[in-house]
């Protein structure tokens, strides 16, 4: 089980976007995310016709390392650290470190 998976509110921890929030788009299985409007990268394309390919400067999103995130909690305002707990009903489910309230409802 993941700590920080898709559709979570995260922060940027460090890094030159430091500081920005977004939300997580994709979680790749080599500890990579892409988050939604963080760590943009110009790629130069080349035109395709036979793919209907317009060439120029494309500007995407490009994956980071989930160690350079947190999880945004909404209660402090800020980043915070995730634990996992197994409840009474048998569910494991992450919760924030810093209040013990549940990330996943």
């Not at 920080?4 to 990579?32: E, L, M, N, P």
């Amino acid at each position: 089980m993941r700590k920080i998976r898709t559709g979570d509110d995260v922060i940027v921890v460090t890094g030159r976007d430091k500081g920005k929030r977004g939300s997580v788009t994709k979680v790749a299985s080599d500890g990579r995310v892409f988050v939604e409007g963080i760590n943009m990268v110009k790629r130069h394309t080349k035109p395709n016709p036979n793919a209907g390919v317009s060439g120029g400067i494309i500007e995407k999103e490009a994956s980071m390392h989930v160690s350079n995130l947190m999880i945004f909690n909404p209660k402090v305002n800020k980043g915070d650290r995730v634990g996992f707990k197994i409840l009474e009903d048998g569910r494991k489910v992450r919760y924030f470190k810093s209040d013990d309230e549940l990330v996943d409802i």
